[in-house]
DNA sequence: CACCATTTGTCAATCGGTTGCCAAGCTCTG
DNA sequence: CAGAGCTTGGCAACCGATTGACAAATGGTG
């Protein structure tokens, strides 16, 4: 099987175009003395050529190793096989499970899947869709920054859906925040705790409707509760919050997610402060690192990779995707070593 | 801002393309009384046209809120201002920096990225290339499962680099095994180990390389090593193991990556086995959850946002992606709390 | 056997750009 | 002021598919 073209000096390999150059139906059409049309239905149209015909041109397809031409196809439909998949932080680990679970749907349905990073941006997220919508069937935004109404003015163009958080005017799937937050509450309200710090983001859309719900559920069960905004939903940014929770006297903290909740876990165990026995943490999301965490992370597991999966079957059916559906999905309760009952030191 | 149609019962809205359709060259053309073919050029080719001309077309595109159609661009050209990268696992934290860094790069020179996952598949490798590769400039294979031959060939359609593995054909970008696994073999010599187990993959390249080089440093200093298989490349994988790590008498671990040594953490510690009294464990690549762990993981830290954008920068410079050139980047050992002496058992 | 209804394949336009070639218009020089 | 040389814009072909309209072929019926 050695190629017998060593002696490439000469040859015309510098442009990438070689001379055998992807076969085209033409090619087939050629091949099989039709024309290029009729191999055009004889490969997408079921039925509409005789089976003989449709047979011969498979034949010759394969045998060619005829492969469609997306970019060709896209130009006259107006369709290209792609979505596109719009996150403020690809490192988020949060967004793995996410991500994968719209590609395996995306990938099943012969969907390609772009994935585009905001860097958390409201400005780089907008030119973000604006630049990737021309190449896309669709759009699935993950904690979007964007106000309700641009996105719906975007939606007029291409679908969207949004993920993770929720768009009024766009089809959304997000997790039962009720259901998990009340959970959480109750958890520190029998545990004996009667005051409670929010570790959140500020005054994104995704943020605010987790805050508003812990004050509620807290003041109803008689707990005390206070929000401190963390710069970054990152490691780092919950080490950083770590003086501030112990300043506001508090004894257990909800963290907008288990990154949070990490760094806080981190700096107190690097700072000598003990936990549980300071302060109870619960995180958010249950990330594959929370249970290796020391303490092990008490956290409200998040349905992640079905979030994806649900998302991006909206997006793909053009029955769903043009009205405000929502989509709940459960958020529960993951009981691990971050919680226990306040003021019982064991030192 | 009240939308004054909401009874869209007979309006054509079924349909996608609405009437204000995304504007063209065309539109741009008809509204400066020029030929598109003059748009397209002052456009896109600096200095080509009159100042003032480009000037007059750049106010009218900006008028009309013209993007460029990447498809209709591709046809002629054949490029199509996007990369691919392909992996076996999306969700392994391994990778999130490695896609990040990729991103990026791409997104800094204009090109969009394609994230494809293989599920660690040989086959869906093969596939998920060959069917990407028209809608492509490129791709980046991260830990290939697939002969260099085949990978040479499918690079003569599109250029591919590897990356985090060695694949001799393809410009490829990879840590610095010999650098890590060094310092790795001095430490626990140094430690006074006298045995090491290796936790790895089996049979792909990616692995053997490790396994082959874990040996000679081990017997050069007068360890002796055994190879212990794990079935994924995850933290079930390393949990797994555990049994087999002690039954092998062992007194550190190498594993194939942080994930599989996460899992014999976990594994070890609900299982009760102490450590690093019972055996030290060296991790590799050094993903964020490496330092939460208990005990805080000792790991080689892989370079794995520059190996994602030292491989990208790679694909896009077309003097380089064709010469099989390898880029190798510091592989370091991060000391923390998971190796120690051996048999210093506290208890 | 004439005629109509289907099936099946062909023609040609189209999607939205790019680009080689050509010609008109301009400037500059001898 | 004629001619050379350069700049600038226009024409038309082309990339690889899809699809509406139509015609040829086929089969069935009275």
Redesign the interface.
Same mark, same amino acid.
Do not use: C, W, Y
């Given at each position: 099987m050695s190629r017998d073209e060593p002696n490439a000096s000469d040859e015309p390999v510098a442009t990438? @175009? %070689?001379a055998g150059r %992807?076969p085209t139906i033409y090619d087939i059409a050629q091949k099989v003395g039709l024309n290029p049309s009729t191999v055009s239905r004889a490969l997408n149209k079921p039925g509409r050529t005789n089976a003989a015909t449709e047979e011969k041109i498979r034949a010759a397809a394969a045998e060619l190793g005829y $492969?469609?031409?997306?970019? &060709?196809r !896209?130009?006259p439909t @107006?369709l #290209?096989g792609?979505f596109a998949i719009v996150l403020p932080d +690809? #490192?988020n680990?949060v967004h793995?499970?996410l +991500? $994968?679970g719209a590609? /395996?749907v995306a %990938?099943a349905s012969g969907f #390609?899947?772009?994935? *585009?990073?905001t860097e958390a941006s409201a400005d780089l997220e907008l030119e973000t869709i604006?630049?990737? /919508?021309? *190449?896309v069937d669709g759009l699935l935004v993950v904690a979007s920054r964007l106000a309700d109404?641009e996105l719906a003015a975007l939606a $007029?163009?291409?679908p969207i859906v949004a993920a993770n958080h929720s768009a009024p005017s766009l089809p959304s799937v997000i997790p039962d925040l009720v259901m998990g937050l009340t959970a959480a509450m109750d958890h520190l309200h029998d545990l004996g705790h009667g005051s409670v710090a929010y570790l959140g983001l500020g005054d994104i859309q995704i943020n605010r409707a987790r805050w508003d719900l812990t004050l509620d559920l807290a003041t109803t069960r008689g707990i005390s509760a206070v929000e401190i905004t963390v710069d970054a939903p990152t490691?780092a940014g919950g080490a950083d919050a770590l003086r501030r929770v112990r300043a506001s006297g508090v004894t257990a903290v909800l963290a907008y997610n288990d990154l949070v909740a990490?760094g806080l876990? $981190?700096a107190a165990r690097s700072g000598g402060v003990q936990l549980p026995e300071s302060f109870s943490v619960i995180g958010f999301d249950d990330i594959? !690192?929370a249970?290796? &965490? &020391?303490p092990a992370l008490t956290t409200l597991r998040s349905p992640l990779r079905e979030i994806g999966t649900r998302a991006m079957q909206t997006l793909i059916d053009p029955e769903r995707n043009r009205v405000p559906s929502k989509v709940v999905l459960p958020l529960e309760l993951v009981v691990r070593e971050s919680t226990a009952a306040p003021s019982v030191r064991t030192r």
């Open positions: 990438e @175009g %070689r %992807r $492969r469609v031409n997306p970019m &060709a !896209s130009l @107006g #290209t792609t +690809i #490192t680990p793995f499970e +991500i $994968r590609e /395996q %990938r #390609t899947l772009i994935v *585009s990073e604006e630049t990737l /919508q021309p *190449s109404e $007029r163009e291409k490691v990490h876990l $981190r594959f !690192s249970e290796l &965490a &020391a």
